[in-house]
Every structure is written in structure tokens, then in C-alpha cells.
């Protein structure tokens, strides 16, 4: 007894014999006409003329019984001979030409989302949706509402199309391990096509190289590049003050949790060290902003536990309870007191920096000459770019590219509230590429829940899902998996228990089991083989098909839609501005 697995929908048993008949009777067809191809060619290359009997059954039977000479007369055999297996030769050649591509490029996985599955993320559909989300384009013809208006493009859906997009109030969540393409597939496209403000953040200068001189040629805007640590190897030509704008102690608390995520790690997220260095660090900062002081003071005092001065200042802008906590801390246990400092200097270590410093102070005080303010609220209302750099590792620019792109995202926010429809038009692309590295925003989990809604679409790009995990924590980082509209995972996952999770996001599909049983002669009859079929269900991309998906291709897993395969597409075989197909 056997058993053969087919997809559900293969061929009903008792099929076989007819189809292979079928199968050869198109055969003879085709080479017959194949051979009236090459008679007729023979004919006309002897100076015969173009001599093209009629097709069908009289051909063959004049052609089987009489020969070559009888159909293309002065026409030798061995020419048409030659003729028809060169024919041959090229009909093979070209089919299996086609065989490979087709399995290469236009082979997706049996069973994903057809276009009509993934109807909103299609163009027309589309369309109609930036339409109701941005009120700049309600009223502008179809033919003036360019593609790269509609949404962020995501890849063209397999095997054929149309490429798909997401909205305007989507928040996306790429995984996608290293070498997958996605600079040249995703954050470079994105970055290059925003229709408004766009931010993008990465440890290497390829985003910024192949994206500045396009946005500037596109936008007529500036291009701004926030690189305290040379990345790029441009110089410096902005500054940004973190202080400007903190007025109260919850922005403090927010900017100083930038610094202490660089010190937590997944499992001590609030241990007793790292929580009061939060609160003193907080203080001082709080302390520094009101009084128009520097970061570089703030680090200052935190080399020297007894130094009053914050604690005054505090006092003298009526925040008698900052103050009175910095006192307290101050007059503790000395070894908890020094202990509590030594966390908060670990946490600010790229506050004793001179070279990161002068990103961050004023242009008089720095020196740097040609400089000019960052203004985040003009930004969010503008088309500009900006693009963060910072190397990976302890003592980097990485808290304060993190404390940069929070301050835009809550600009954003403040500004569609502001605004009409309270929703940035155009809206603020916030492109987070190793983000886990240099943009550990504690909070990127819960913001995510209401980012979209105010017309500010973040792309957070992860190298594998435990490297959130390290951030963000398994709630945190469950959290925005959970919270991401749209989420992409391209190839090389090798995480087994996240290959899992997918894999049952993906769903299951029903397949054809055919078994078979052989029945015994008596010596006259013949035995028997009896049929029967079956439906199974069986996973439509198993782990292990997963981890083998060819690069350039990724999975996207929109909310309330099936999952769909699509091909990435490379910014330079995508040109900007080119309508959806």
C-alpha cells in the first residue's frame, strides 16, 4: 500500500491514462507543424520559393506517404531534416529557459494571497485611501496623485502583481536578517520617495550616499545630516540642543530614559541601579534645561556627588521636590549614593565626548564655524531630511540619535493635533534602520499604538526578532509586534521558534492524500489496485521554507489580510515616480 501527498485540486485519480494520450496526440500536432515550419524554410533557402501547404490531415498523409519531395518538390530531405532539429533545439532551449526563470522569479509559495486577497494594498484601492487620509489630495485628478502619494511601497505582489503599498496610517515592522536587501529594497526606496518629511537612522553611511542628492533634487529642501561620530565623513554643519524644549519633568524623565536603555538589558529593565540613575539623571537634566545650562555641566555634576548646584536650581524654579530628591540622594548611604552616580555616568558616558559635545551645544560655545540650529517643529512641517548616524557600541552618539528622532515623533504629534483632520499632510516617514543598535526608544511599543493615526508611519527594521527582544523585552517587543499594521520578513530567518510563529501566522491549506492498495490474482484475473483519496491539513510554508526563502523576496503580513509573498524591488530597478502595476 502506498500513499502519494498532492496539493488539494491535483488530478482525480483515473485521469491518467487520457491525459498521457492527450499529451501525445498534441505532440505529433506540434512536431508535424514543426516540420512544415522547416519544410517551408528549406524550400525558400533552395530558391524554391515560399511554398506553405495547408495544415492538417492531408499535409500528413501526403508528407508520410509520398516524402519531402511531394510537398516542397526541388526540396532536398536532408535539408528539412536539419531545419527540424534545429527547431527543436531552439523550442527546448527556450522552454527550459523559461522553466528556470519562472521557478527563480515568478514561483511564489502555492496557496499565499492573490491580488484580490490583498485588494487594499493594491492601487486602485489604495488610491481611494490616501485620498480619505490626506486631505491635499481629495480633490486632485487621478493623474496628477503620483504613485509614491499613495503609500510606501512594499513589493510587487507574486508572481505577477500589482506592486503593493501601505497607508498612510500603517505603522511597519521589517525583520530581516543581514545581507537581505534591505537597504537597496526598502529604506533606500522609502527614504528617496517620501512625499513629506522623512528621518532615517542607520550605523553606515549607504542610506545617507544613495538618498541625499535625490531627496535634494526632489524636494528643492534641505538635506540635514546628524553624524557626531563621522560616520559619513561630512562635516559638521548643524547643531540640536536635547535641553531646548524641556520644561517639565516628564520630558526630562523621557530624555534621560535614552541614555539609562543603554545601560538595561532584557531581563533588568527595573532593577534598583538602573531606576535611580533614571530619577538622578532626570533631575539634573530638568535642572540644566530650566537654566539654560549644557549636557557637558550635567555630566560635570555627576563626577561630583556633593556638588549643590542642581539641587538650587531646581529649588529657585519651583521644583522643590526635584530638588529635595537630588538632596536625598546626595546625603544617602554612601555606597548606594556613589553607586546610584557611577550608574548615571556609565548611562551619559557620550556626555564626556568633546567631539559628540559640539553636535550639541551652540555654535558660539563649540566653535564650529558654518552651523546652524536644527528646529524639530519646523521640520515635521516641512519637507526636509534628516539622516542620523551613530556607531554601535558604549559610549556612542546612539542615546542621543534616540532622544533626537523621540523629540520629532512627539513634534509630529503636536503638529497633526494642530492641524486639520489632525493628521500630518504630507506625513513624517520615520525610518528606523538598526534601530535595536542606535534607536532604542523605551516607549517604541506603545507608541506604535496611535503613531499611524496621527500621520506618522515608522518603519523599525530588526535583524532577527530576538534582537528586539534584547530592547524592548519579550512583552515590549510582543508588543509591537502585535501593534505593527504591516509587517515584512524577509530572508534568513534562522530564529526556529520565530520560523514557527510565522509559519502558523501563515495558515494551513488543504492537500490531497492518494493512497493506494494492490489486490491479489487467483492466476486467471489480473490483481486489483484499488484508490483512495483524502484531505489533509498541512502548513503552507513550514519553517524550513521559511528560513530557505530566496533573498529579494518577503513575506507581508498586513492586519486582516492573508499573507502574501512579494518580490522586493532594488531602488535602481525601480525608479521614483513610476506609476504601480
Given at each position: 500500500?502506498g ?7 491535483a488530478?482525480?485519480?483515473?485521469f491518467g491514462?487520457?491525459m498521457?494520450?492527450?499529451g ?5 500536432v506540434g ?6 515550419l522547416?519544410?517551408?524554410t ?5 530558391g524554391?520559393?515560399?511554398v ?12 508520410v506517404g509520398d ?8 526540396t532536398p530531405?536532408?535539408a528539412?531534416v ?6 527543436l533545439?531552439?523550442?527546448?532551449t527556450?522552454?527550459?529557459?523559461l ?7 515568478l514561483a511564489?509559495?502555492?496557496?499565499l494571497?492573490q ?7 493594491t492601487?486602485a ?7 480619505r487620509?490626506?486631505r491635499?489630495l481629495a ?9 509614491e502619494d499613495?503609500?510606501l511601497a512594499l513589493?510587487?505582489l507574486?508572481?505577477?502583481g500589482?506592486r ?10 521589517a525583520v530581516m536578517?543581514p545581507?537581505?536587501g534591505e ?5 533606500v ?7 513629506g518629511p522623512?528621518?532615517a537612522?542607520s ?8 538618498t541625499w542628492?535625490?531627496?535634494a533634487?526632489?524636494?528643492g529642501?534641505?538635506v ?7 560616520v ?17 519633568v516628564?520630558?526630562?524623565t523621557?530624555?534621560?530614559?535614552h541614555?539609562i536603555t543603554e ?5 533588568d ?6 531606576s535611580a ?6 533631575n539634573l537634566?530638568?535642572?540644566?534645561a530650566l537654566?539654560e545650562r549644557?549636557?557637558?555641566e550635567?555630566?560635570e555634576?555627576?563626577?561630583?556627588s ?5 539641587a538650587n ?8 521636590a526635584a530638588?529635595a530628591?537630588?538632596?536625598g ?5 554612601v555606597e548606594t549614593?556613589?553607586?546610584?552616580y557611577e ?5 551619559a558616558?557620550?556626555?564626556?565626548d568633546?567631539?559628540i ?14 552651523c ?5 517643529a ?5 519637507r526636509q531630511?534628516?539622516h ?6 558604549a ?8 532622544a ?5 515623533m ?6 497633526a493635533e494642530?492641524?486639520?483632520g489632525?493628521r500630518?499632510?504630507?506625513?513624517l516617514?520615520?525610518?528606523?534602520d ?6 532604542k526608544?523605551?516607549d ?5 499604538s ?12 530588526l535583524?532577527s526578532?530576538r534582537q ?11 508588543s509591537?509586534?502585535?501593534?505593527a499594521t504591516?509587517?515584512?520578513v524577509?530572508?534568513?530567518?534562522d530564529?526556529?521558534?520565530f520560523?514557527e510563529d510565522?509559519?502558523?501566522l501563515?495558515?494551513?491549506?488543504d492537500?490531497?492524500v492518494?493512497?493506494?492498495a494492490?489486490?491479489?490474482g487467483d492466476?486467471r484475473?489480473r490483481a ?7 484531505l489533509?491539513?498541512q ?5 524550513e521554507h521559511?528560513?530557505a526563502?530566496p533573498k529579494?523576496t518577503?513575506?507581508?503580513l ?10 522586493l ?13
Amino acid at each position: 500500500m502506498g500513499r502519494v501527498l498532492e496539493p488539494r485540486g491535483a488530478a482525480t485519480p483515473g485521469f491518467g491514462l487520457p491525459m498521457t494520450l492527450l499529451g501525445v496526440v498534441w505532440g505529433v500536432v506540434g512536431l508535424a507543424w514543426l516540420v512544415r515550419l522547416a519544410g517551408t524554410t528549406a524550400s525558400w533557402l533552395a530558391g524554391n520559393g515560399w511554398v506553405s501547404p495547408p495544415f492538417g490531415v492531408d499535409f500528413v498523409r501526403l508528407l508520410v506517404g509520398d516524402g519531402v519531395e511531394a510537398v516542397w518538390p526541388g526540396t532536398p530531405t536532408w535539408a528539412v531534416v536539419v531545419l527540424v532539429f534545429l527547431l527543436l533545439a531552439v523550442v527546448t532551449t527556450a522552454g527550459c529557459a523559461l522553466t528556470v526563470l519562472g521557478r527563480r522569479v515568478l514561483a511564489p509559495v502555492e496557496g499565499l494571497a492573490q491580488a484580490h486577497e490583498v485588494a487594499p494594498l493594491t492601487p486602485a484601492p489604495a488610491k481611494e485611501r490616501a485620498r480619505r487620509l490626506r486631505r491635499s489630495l481629495a480633490q486632485r485628478p487621478d493623474r496628477d496623485v503620483a504613485a509614491e502619494d499613495v503609500g510606501l511601497a512594499l513589493g510587487v505582489l507574486m508572481p505577477r502583481g500589482p506592486r503593493l503599498r501601505a497607508s498612510w496610517e500603517d505603522v511597519l515592522l521589517a525583520v530581516m536578517a543581514p545581507r537581505a536587501g534591505e537597504t537597496t529594497t526598502l529604506t533606500v526606496p522609502i527614504v528617496r520617495n517620501a512625499p513629506g518629511p522623512v528621518l532615517a537612522t542607520s550605523i553606515k553611511p549607504d542610506l545617507w550616499e544613495a538618498t541625499w542628492a535625490e531627496r535634494a533634487g526632489s524636494t528643492g529642501e534641505r538635506v540635514w545630516v546628524f553624524d557626531p561620530q563621522g560616520v559619513t565623513g561630512q562635516s559638521q554643519a548643524m547643531w540640536w540642543d536635547p535641553l531646548r524644549g524641556v520644561t517639565t519633568v516628564e520630558e526630562a524623565t523621557r530624555l534621560a530614559g535614552h541614555f539609562i536603555t543603554e545601560i538595561r538589558g532584557e531581563k533588568d529593565g527595573r532593577d534598583f541601579w538602573s531606576s535611580a540613575a533614571h530619577d538622578l539623571l532626570a533631575n539634573l537634566l530638568l535642572a540644566a534645561a530650566l537654566s539654560e545650562r549644557s549636557l557637558p555641566e550635567v555630566y560635570e555634576w555627576l563626577t561630583d556627588s556633593a556638588v549643590p548646584t542642581a539641587a538650587n536650581l531646581l529649588r529657585a524654579h519651583g521644583h522643590h521636590a526635584a530638588a529635595a530628591a537630588v538632596v536625598g540622594r546626595q546625603n544617602g548611604a554612601v555606597e548606594t549614593r556613589d553607586g546610584v552616580y557611577e550608574t548615571a555616568r556609565t548611562a551619559a558616558s557620550a556626555l564626556r565626548d568633546p567631539v559628540i559635545m559640539r553636535w550639541l551645544v551652540p555654535a558660539r560655545t563649540s566653535g564650529a564655524t558654518g552651523c546652524e540650529e536644527f528646529n524639530t517643529a519646523a521640520f515635521v512641517t516641512s519637507r526636509q531630511t534628516l539622516h542620523l548616524l551613530s556607531k554601535n557600541g558604549a559610549g556612542t552618539a546612539a542615546p542621543l540619535v534616540a532622544a533626537l528622532v523621540d523629540r520629532l515623533m512627539h513634534d509630529g504629534i503636536r503638529a497633526a493635533e494642530r492641524s486639520s483632520g489632525a493628521r500630518l499632510d504630507p506625513p513624517l516617514v520615520v525610518v528606523l534602520d538598526e534601530a535595536a543598535n542606535i534607536c532604542k526608544i523605551p516607549d517604541l511599543p506603545d507608541l506604535y499604538s496611535h503613531l499611524g493615526s496621527r500621520g506618522v508611519v515608522p518603519l523599525t527594521v530588526l535583524q532577527s526578532y530576538r534582537q528586539g527582544v534584547r530592547v524592548w523585552g519579550e512583552t515590549g517587543m510582543d508588543s509591537l509586534w502585535s501593534a505593527a499594521t504591516v509587517k515584512l520578513v524577509g530572508a534568513g530567518i534562522d530564529d526556529a521558534r520565530f520560523a514557527e510563529d510565522v509559519s502558523r501566522l501563515v495558515g494551513d491549506h488543504d492537500v490531497t492524500v492518494r493512497s493506494y492498495a494492490d489486490g491479489s490474482g487467483d492466476g486467471r484475473q489480473r490483481a486489483s489496485r484499488s484508490v483512495t483519496t483524502s484531505l489533509r491539513r498541512q502548513r503552507l510554508l513550514p519553517p524550513e521554507h521559511l528560513r530557505a526563502m530566496p533573498k529579494g523576496t518577503a513575506l507581508v503580513l498586513a492586519t486582516g489580510l492573508r499573507a502574501a509573498q512579494v518580490r522586493l524591488q532594488p531602488y535602481y530597478e525601480a525608479p521614483a515616480r513610476r506609476g504601480d502595476r
